[in-house]
């Protein structure tokens, strides 16, 4: 006893939570050991009675006035009674025996009688416990009910945290299926209780409480059955909030005004015994106009549908007030202006449809959906002439008719023949163009209805099987085909519009579907129709090319872009399509020469030959019975095959006439190689579309060697499997589903570039100019790099680099300087992994990087190309685990015989043009090696200090230097290029930081100095100023003596030294502040001689025009970045100068220096 | 600063793609959904004139462009109007034909001439000589000096044309009105729009 009163005292004097639950663990604990013994109970219950004997005492006065005296007794008794309820929370469920939980109710529920003060949130608590007691009866429910509903009017008065509580442990009542039994059987129907539940809480207003009191509400009239008047007292108690929003300051309890939405919602469509009030109810509120916004709206639309979807028996609860929501909803479709209020009234209209269709298991009478449609239907009719209205009556219709099959197959044979009766009379381009919108919209809902037929009740796709099909089949002819005939004669804007409806509507009937008797699916457009809307499409792909300038009126080529979407949807269901379109496209090409073409047929032909490859290859065609009857059994490579075989029987085009250059010069051979390119890469995008790329990547099954098959096929195998002349067994088993098409797709174009490869080294060498040969080397590297490293390794790549697929190595010395290209092409797709055997000791790699050609009297560019293969080929080394392994060893003999050939030439009188060309190489060779950080390159650093110094061949060393950390399409991951992240600040550490002692005047003499300048800024300005950020310093120095000493640098260095210079400005213009007088100086000598130098020569230099862009650059942000009192002294002559710069002959330099100018025109 | 009784409450707004540009003149890219890969497959071959040996690639491709008239639109199209929130290429006050410019003969520091005529909305604007100033505040901004810009009404354009020509074609009439602050703060206004 002294316990229990001691631990009740350090409750109510206790201010934590954890300590107050400590200690009620601790009497709760107490009452468990002792087996919740009637004394120990009895004491622990009567522990509070000082507190309550108080208020017993003075109840009524403290009731009635609340006396300042009591406050402080309140809210001890309130703590008091918290200590019983806290027990109770820690207290074992199974210990309070049935009789002790009885009086504890009683306890508890009487003080919702007395004590409105400090009692209720307490008692509720322990009520909520109490409840959860295994001793509870059902009974005992309903007397806390009934005492808690005598809290009346002063419910209202609670805390919102108390009548949290009470909702909480309302909730658990209600919904118990013991104490709803016996609530129903102690009230009966009349649910009298309900009544007082509905008083004591109809003032509501905090969210959150609001939440569980929707609750309870959806619950009373769900899993009750209150009789009629009870049903429309509960309607009145929640219908009150509707519409319900929430002010945004009120949000942070973490509801939403959503949530409040949903949750009254759910009240409303909680049982179809509310429909009679429900629907008259939310249809007054819609149709009160104006005074509607958006939101409330939607509010509305959502909650009918959300009520029509959960209503049962919609004879009883829906059919009945079909007219008048019917009636109300038409005009926010008909005369509605809001995307989102017309698109949840069509959703109501559907969820109506569905719900008179049955559900998946039951179906109901067909009457009631019919006569629904009929309604819709009898009332939109007129206005499916009427013009302004076609658009909406189409929407409302086709969206009843289409929400289910059952719907379309009885009435929508009456809404097609109600369009085509419209299309007779059409009253304008845009009528016309409304009724095919609805019209494609129909057919669009129906081939969603045959696809999704095996979801719904098996009736459905019954019922699609005797769908009536006349008025489908007629489409074509009458409406489509007149429609086209109609409007393609004169060409307008709107006419326009209307045939790329048409084109749109055309696909869409290609690809319908309809269901056999057998249930299998067929083509629903006879072969003969089908053919006839793929000439209709072809012809319109290829009018361009019958076209000249003169008869195309506009640019718009948005029709021909419909046609070509058009017809790859025609093509993935009726396969012949495409083959058609090939056949015809390329007839058409092979019938012109295009040896003097105008620049507007080359564009024709250029886009002709683009769509044929996009129509071809960016979709994977689909496997329809009948989409390929009569013609070779269906592959899903069958398009691609057709599109390349194709692309490859065009090339070379007939250009006879031209001499061998002007063939060169020709670019419509160059269109066909791109448009095979661009085939390959719609086809790539098309697999990882439709597998997803991860399958792709993890999609390797065997390691054959696929080049060597090759060897067994002829050359002109990819034609021969268009023309059916040849199968593969591989191919013709491929399912539609199986990600393998994609091998077989690499394998194909691999079979491809070794064909190019093949004609190349082989054909008439008049057709390969270097345009072309880079085109098909780049279409190598795009399918090799999509090989795996295994699948390389096995087709031996590498080798082939060499050898081109001829199966010989191809000599240098041959016709086409461009022919290295190919191997160019080869090497860049490669894994490093793959290419290990070239590196042997006296291999390959090391003959190729180590022997340059002799290339002075050679083409100027294949010195680029043998640069950029010996770069790869110095990248792509892959290190072995030990440094004294044979192949690192290579790369270490290649390297230092670069270097001594550069000391040799340093120390020699070497031709310049020759020393050109092995420095560019030799350059090439290093950054392939700076890229992967290489150690052996640091061995070079003397060499090169060396050869920077030389006078002889200092100056082109020291400008190529920018080579080693250039950016590189050959140094990019994709390629598998070894490329270290931070190898820029490594080469720059390295070389570049090694020069600068050497780059101030010294007893090198100043021009060595201005070499080493020229080197340090060639490589500095290819990296980012985070690489040299710590030596701004010292590089400030270096830029202003360039600019100062301009007269004796070359425009490129010029260049380099501007541009770190805009970037030091970018990022630490700080540093530049005592540096200013000369940088402007240097920035204005820069921009006035280098326009003297433009506007005396008649051939302009580009490095010139860079040149002043950037120094007016760097001017233009100087006045940015620095406060007046350093600018006012230049200003002036700024101003001047910049004004003069206004008037360069080049339009981007004149931007620049009008930013400038405004820029300093502010300084004042 | 937008009145709030403007001259002419209802002016023709133009489409800002009706209003002529540089862009519309070149040859317009490929559109459509089988470009996607255009400057994949028909980019120019990788290699660069031997003459660039830095490692870099040659830079954007720049070409000499004389200025002329479709320039001198640009930079006054975007100047806004006074009373509406719109610039005056929309309202089609300034017109690309309406600008003449007579570029310097052979020595290119030599003067050169622009005349340009402007139609107000309606011919008894009373904001036109404040359009006229803020023209040339404009273009005197972004000219070089050897430019001498002459501002006018389009004939017949204008109930009291000779007036406001008078009064732009005063030099020191200009200078003054560029004096007065009240004035000045409407041409900042006027320039706020203006790009480069």
Redesign the interface.
């Known amino acids: 006893m002294a316990n229990f009163k001691d631990w009740a005292l350090q409750y109510v004097l206790a201010d934590d939570e954890p300590l107050q639950f400590e200690i009620a663990k601790k009497a709760a604990k107490e009452i468990e050991s002792s087996n919740a013994s009637r004394a120990t109970v009895g004491n622990w219950a009567a522990s509070v009675q000082p507190w309550m004997s108080r208020a017993q005492a003075g109840d009524d006065d403290l009731m009635e006035d609340g006396d300042d005296g009591g406050s402080g007794d309140i809210i001890a008794r309130a703590k008091a009674l918290g200590f019983l309820a806290g027990t109770l929370e820690a207290l074992d469920k199974t210990i309070l025996r049935t009789d002790q939980i009885v009086f504890l109710v009683g306890f508890f529920g009487s003080m919702f009688s007395y004590d409105h003060k400090a009692g209720i949130t307490a008692s509720t608590k322990a009520l909520r416990q109490l409840f959860v007691m295994k001793g509870f009866k059902p009974d005992m429910g309903v007397k806390m009910l009934e005492d808690v509903c005598k809290l009346k009017e002063d419910f209202r008065l609670q805390s919102v945290v108390t009548r949290l509580e009470i909702y909480e442990l309302f909730r658990s009542l209600v919904k118990d299926p013991s104490v709803s039994s016996e609530l129903q059987h102690k009230y009966g129907s009349s649910c009298g209780f309900v009544v007082d539940l509905l008083q004591l809480c109809q003032h509501e207003r905090d969210p959150r409480n609001l939440m569980l009191w929707f609750d309870i509400i959806a619950s009373l009239v769900a899993d009750y059955s209150p009789s009629e008047e009870v049903t429309g007292e509960i309607f009145k108690a929640f219908s009150a909030y509707f519409p319900i929003s929430l002010k945004s300051s009120s949000t942070r309890i973490g509801i939403t005004a959503d949530d409040l939405k949903v949750a009254l919602r759910s009240c409303f469509a909680a049982h179809q015994r509310l429909a009679p009030l429900t629907f008259p109810f939310l249809i007054q509120k819609l149709d009160q106009g104006d005074a509607v916004t958006v939101a409330v709206k939607l509010d509305i639309l959502r909650t009918i549908k959300a009520c029509v979807e959960s209503y049962e028996h919609p004879q009883a609860s829906l059919v009945p007030y079909i007219g008048k929501i019917w009636g109300s909803l038409k005009y926010e479709v008909r005369n509605g202006e809001v995307k989102e209020t017309i698109d949840a009234t069509l959703d109501v209209l559907r969820a109506i449809a569905d719900k008179l269709d049955g559900s998946k298991t039951q179906k109901l009478e067909a009457s009631l959906l019919k006569g629904y449609i009929d309604t819709v239907f009898k009332d939109c009719k007129e206005d499916l002439a009427n013009p302004t209205y076609t658009k909406q009556a189409g929407l409302l219709v086709m969206t009843v008719i289409t929400a289910n099959i059952r719907g379309y197959v009885l009435e929508s044979a009456a809404l097609l023949d109600s369009i085509r009766s419209n299309f007779r009379q059409p009253k304008s381009p845009s009528h016309t163009r409304d009724l095919l919108l609805i019209l494609n919209s129909i057919l669009k809902a129906r081939l969603e209805l045959v696809k999704n037929r095996g979801q719904g009740h098996p009736e459905d796709a019954e019922q699609l099987k005797t769908e009536p099909r006349a008025s489908l089949d007629a489409l074509f002819h009458d409406i489509y085909l007149s429609t086209w005939t109609a409007k393609s004669s004169e060409p307008s804007k709107e006419n326009t519009e209307v045939l790329k409806q048409v084109v749109q509507g055309l696909a869409l009937l290609v690809s319908q579907q309809t269901v056999q008797q057998d249930g299998q699916t067929s083509l629903l457009c006879s072969g003969e129709t089908c053919s006839q809307i793929c000439t209709l499409l072809i012809q319109t792909l290829i009018k361009g090319l019958t076209l000249s300038s003169n008869d195309k009126e506009t640019?718009d080529?948005s029709l021909?872009?419909e046609a070509?979407?058009a017809l790859r949807t025609v093509g993935l269901n009726y396969t012949q399509a495409y083959e058609e379109f090939a056949r015809t496209a390329k007839a058409e090409i092979k019938k012109r020469d295009w040896a003097n073409a105008s620049a507007y047929s080359l564009e024709a032909l250029r886009?002709l030959l683009?769509?044929l490859?996009?129509v071809g290859c960016?979709e994977l065609p689909h496997n329809v019975a009948g989409g390929s009857a009569g013609s070779k059994p269906f592959s899903p490579l069958q398009h691609f095959i057709t599109s390349t075989a194709t692309l490859l029987e065009l090339f070379p085009l007939s250009v006879a006439g031209l001499s061998a250059e002007a063939h060169k010069e020709s670019p419509a051979n160059s269109y066909v190689i791109?448009?095979l390119?661009?085939g390959l890469?719609?086809f790539r995008d098309a697999c990882v579309a439709k597998y997803g790329a991860d399958a792709l990547v993890a999609f390797s099954r065997d390691d054959k060697n696929w080049v060597e098959e090759f060897g067994g096929f002829s050359d002109d195998w990819i034609q021969q499997l268009k023309s059916g002349e040849a199968s593969d067994p591989t191919l013709s088993s491929l399912g539609e589903e199986d990600p393998e098409v994609y091998r077989q797709f690499l394998r194909l174009s691999l079979f491809i570039v070794r064909y190019l490869y093949r004609s190349a080294t082989a054909g008439v060498q008049t057709v390969w100019s270097?345009?072309i040969l880079?085109?098909v080397s780049?279409i190598a590297a795009f399918v090799i790099r999509n090989l795996d490293e295994k699948l390389q390794i096995s087709c031996n790549l590498a080798n082939e680099a060499f050898t081109l697929f001829s199966g010989k190595d191809v000599a240098e010395g041959n016709a086409s300087p461009f022919l290295e290209l190919l191997t160019r092409g080869v090497l860049e797709g490669l894994w490093p992994g793959a290419m290990a055997e070239l590196y042997n000791p006296g291999g390959i790699a090391e003959n190729i990087m180590c022997n340059p050609p002799k290339l002075e009297d050679r083409h100027?560019?294949q010195?680029?190309?043998r640069a950029?293969v010996a770069l790869i080929l110095a990248n792509k080394h892959k290190m072995g685990p030990s440094t004294s392994d044979p192949e690192s060893q290579t790369m270490k003999k290649v390297l230092g015989t670069w270097g001594d050939q550069l000391k040799a030439s340093a120390a020699s009188d070497i031709d310049l043009g020759a020393f050109?060309s092995l420095n560019?190489i030799a350059?090439h060779i290093f950054?392939g090696a700076v890229a992967r950080q290489d150690r052996n390159v640091l061995d070079l650093v003397p060499v090169l200090k060396e050869a920077i110094a030389s006078e002889h061949v200092g100056d082109?060393v020291s400008?190529?230097?920018?080579?080693?950390?250039?950016e590189s399409?050959l140094l990019l991951t994709e390629n598998h290029a070894v490329v270290r992240r931070f190898y820029k600040q490594w080469a720059y550490s390295q070389i570049a930081k090694q020069f600068y002692p050497l780059a101030l005047p010294s007893e090198n003499g100043p021009a060595a100095a201005t070499r080493y300048r020229a080197a340090i800024l060639?490589i500095v300005?290819?990296c980012a100023f985070s690489v040299y950020e710590a030596d701004v310093e010292p590089l400030l120095r270096l830029l202003i003596t360039t600019l100062g000493d301009r007269g004796n640098v070359s425009p490129?260095q010029l260049v380099?030294a501007l541009e770190v210079l805009v970037e030091i400005l970018a990022n630490e213009p700080d540093s530049l502040k005592s540096h200013l007088k000369a940088v402007i100086g240097g920035a204005i000598g820069v921009s006035e001689e280098s326009l003297s130098q433009s506007?005396a020569s008649s051939k302009?230099d580009?490095n010139q025009?860079?040149a002043r862009?950037l120094a007016l650059q760097a001017l233009a942000a100087i006045p940015k970045k620095f406060e007046e009192r350093y600018l006012l002294p230049h200003a002036l002559r700024l101003q001047r100068v910049l004004?003069?710069?206004?008037?360069d002959?080049?339009?981007?330099v004149?931007?620049v220096a009008?930013?400038a100018?405004?820029n300093w025109?502010k300084v004042k | 600063m937008q009145r709030d009784n403007p001259d002419n409450a209802n002016p023709t707004i133009l489409n800002v793609s009706q209003l002529p540009s540089r862009a519309q003149k070149r040859a317009t890219a490929r559109v459509g959904s089988d470009s996607k890969y255009d400057s994949v497959v028909l980019s120019s071959p990788y290699w660069r004139d031997a003459s660039s040996d830095d490692g870099r690639e040659v830079r954007e491709e720049v070409t000499d462009d004389a200025l002329d008239e479709q320039e001198i639109y640009d930079l006054i199209s975007t100047v806004s109007d006074p009373e509406h929130p719109h610039t005056l290429g929309e309202l089609n006050v300034v017109r690309l034909p309406d600008i003449h410019l007579t570029p310097p003969r052979d020595n290119p520091r030599g003067l050169a001439n622009i005349l340009v005529e402007l139609t107000p909305t309606i011919n008894h604007c009373s904001l036109a000589t404040v359009i006229g100033l803020a023209l040339r505040v404009r273009l005197e901004q972004a000219l070089p000096p050897n430019y001498r810009i002459d501002i006018r009404m389009k004939e017949g354009s204008h109930a009291q044309d000779d007036q406001v020509n008078k009064q732009l074609a005063d030099k020191e009439r200009v200078a003054a009105a560029l004096e007065n602050d009240t004035l000045g703060g409407v041409v900042e206004n006027m320039l706020k729009t203006c790009a480069l």
């Open positions: 640019n080529s021909e872009e070509q979407l886009d683009f769509r490859a996009f960016s791109a448009a390119h661009a890469l719609f270097g345009r880079s085109q780049n100027s560019h010195r680029e190309i950029s050109e560019t350059m950054a082109i400008r190529s230097m920018g080579i080693l950390v250039t399409e060639s300005s290819n490129q380099a506007q302009k580009p025009t860079s862009k004004a003069m710069a206004c008037g002959p080049v339009r981007e004149r931007l009008r930013l100018r405004g025109a």
